[in-house]
């Protein structure tokens, strides 16, 4: 997955999450819960949903590194090599 | 992985335990909830009596809020076990009231009603009364210090006078203290959010539809709910660290990882581990309901809820007779705004009950015994709004021995131990205390302990 598609894939997983979230306009350099009211139950549910779609593992230790946008993708992009986009599942 | 091991395993198909099978289904975990009775719901649930429908525990859901307020415990539950706001056709309270003697204060979901009713019964606290509701609001009850620390003492670090004190903890102590005349103080915060500051709400259908959504969703996700499948016993390897459960019909399902909604000393004895005596529960009820031939606001039961009183020092405490009716809770179930037309007006009323003086009766006496207190507390009642009696359609009426049958809480204390235990810790390895006994009671509270727990299990597993 290229850059586009991991930030593709973190929305769709928010939209699961918050259906009620618009994540079109999501800044990618601001952290995620100062954007949209996620708290720390729904943050564990992003980490769920990237084990559950694409079988990536984040241990507690590393939740910090998915804190915005970008910081997924620099966590994801190795994690994410040669996976596909599943978006709307 | 064989057939009879788990990641994980729940006691008790309650609010709690179907929250925590939900989340820990949703971790992938392979996970079965176990429940003796036939029905799900525990303390929540629901029976049929001569063909008619009845909730066994439901008053109200507390905590009502709207799609908008998404850090309220209500919202944040719904995201959580992927819920919509709708599914739970929640229609708001009326009007509802606490009467402590000739004392009245009426509330409802608009705070401002309340707070006008403080300021005029009490004009000299208005200032500490707003004080008060400043510091709930900037309290976080969920980081708690001291679970022992006392509630009444935090109601009169703020207020003066006491009227005003024993006026706010009628409700507090009804909706969910195991404490003998008095309410943790975190939970005191929370309850008086719950009720207060968010409000009161009644699913449409009462709680079965509610039950049937969350069994609904475990299964979606892959859990396995086993009715009529009770917990003998929770067998322990040499070291004292919980491997699985014995059940009932004297098979085992082996797992790691148990949570138990049974409460802290009943889980400990399925563990064969015993408790101190101040970890007992000494608080039960008994519970009458009433279908009326007509709705409740026309024969002059207008309020939702009725929290009442007798005296302005009522107690909470174990009763030295069978039933105190000296106070209690009346609530009407189509007082609640709703799309949903009731058949009948149903007026139901809990007063605090001795567990001691419904045990070991002959069937004869002990319904004797039940037919006479249900009639003095409708007579009690009677004198804070309208006596149901000459209106009745259908009684049914449940005792602490009903309480015991049905959730298994020893001395039928619907809030469990006094003492709750916020981390979970049932004091065995590997067993995880889910719902009352953790500390957080009402249908939301329950949902949102569960919900908790698993995610913590969750996270230190991965």
Not at chain 2, 194 to 217: C, Q
Not at chain 2, 405 to 421: D, E, I
Request: charged share 25%; proline share 4%.
């Amino acid at each position: 997955m290229n850059r586009e598609e991991i930030i593709l894939a973190i929305q769709d997983i928010i939209k699961t999450i918050a259906p009620d979230e618009d994540v079109s306009n999501l800044k990618t350099d601001v952290r995620l819960r100062e954007q949209i009211e996620l708290d720390s139950m729904d943050f564990l549910d992003i980490v769920m949903e990237l084990r559950k779609r694409y079988g990536v593992q984040v241990p507690e230790e590393d939740y910090k590194e998915l804190a915005t946008l970008d910081g997924c993708v620099t966590y994801l992009a190795p994690r994410l090599a040669g996976k596909s986009l599943k978006v709307g599942v | 992985m064989s057939a009879d091991r788990y990641d994980a395993l729940v006691i008790g198909a309650g609010m709690s335990g179907l929250a925590a099978g939900i989340r820990l289904a949703q971790f992938g975990r392979r996970v079965a909830v176990l429940e003796r009775h036939a029905l799900w719901g525990g303390l929540n649930s629901f029976y049929k009596r001569s063909g008619r429908r009845y909730d066994s525990g439901l008053h109200a859901l507390t905590n009502f809020a709207r799609p908008a307020s998404k850090s309220a415990p209500l919202q944040r539950i719904l995201r959580q076990l992927r819920l919509r706001f709708d599914d739970l056709g929640l229609g708001e309270q009326g009007t509802s009231e606490i009467r402590l003697g000739d004392l009245s204060l009426a509330f409802s979901n608009d705070f401002a009603l309340f707070e006008e009713q403080v300021a005029r019964a009490f004009p000299a606290e208005r200032e500490r009364f707003a004080g008060l509701v400043r510091a709930i609001r900037a309290c976080d009850p969920f980081s708690v210090v001291d679970p022992s620390a006392s509630g009444r003492a935090f109601l009169h670090e703020h207020l003066r006078d006491p009227d005003l004190v024993e006026a706010l903890l009628l409700p507090l102590t009804w909706y969910g203290s195991a404490r003998e005349d008095d309410v943790d103080a975190y939970q005191a915060v929370i309850l008086f959010r719950s009720i207060f500051l968010e409000g009161l709400a009644r699913p449409r259908g009462g709680i079965k539809p509610l039950l049937d959504l969350l069994v609904r969703r475990f299964r979606e996700e892959g859990g396995e709910l086993r009715t009529n499948d009770g917990v003998a016993e929770i067998l322990c390897d040499t070291a004292g660290a919980a491997r699985g459960v014995r059940l009932d019909s004297g098979g085992e399902l082996l797992s790691d990882c148990i949570f138990s909604s049974a409460g802290y000393v009943e889980t400990r004895a399925l563990c064969g581990v015993s408790s101190g005596e101040a970890d007992l529960g000494r608080l039960s009820f008994v519970e009458t309901q009433r279908v009326l031939t007509r709705p409740s606001a026309s024969i002059g039961a207008a309020r939702t809820l009725l929290f009442f009183a007798e005296s302005r020092r009522p107690a909470w405490r174990r009763p030295a007779e069978a039933v105190d009716v000296s106070s209690g809770v009346v609530a009407c179930s189509d007082n609640y705004a709703s799309n949903e037309i009731l058949p009948h007006g149903l007026m139901r009323i809990t007063c605090l009950a001795d567990a001691s003086a419904w045990r070991g009766l002959d069937p004869a006496v002990y319904e004797r015994q039940k037919a006479q207190w249900e009639e003095r507390m409708c007579a009690s009642v009677a004198r804070f709004t309208a006596d149901p009696r000459p209106h009745t359609l259908a009684i049914d009426c449940f005792t602490p021995r009903t309480i015991v049958q049905y959730t298994g809480h020893l001395n039928g204390a619907v809030y469990g131990s006094p003492r709750k235990r916020l981390d979970g810790a049932s004091g065995v390895h590997n067993v995880h205390l889910i719902g009352t006994d953790q500390g957080f009671v009402g249908v939301v509270g329950a949902l949102m302990s569960g919900i908790s727990m698993a995610n913590r299990q969750a996270v230190v597993a991965s």
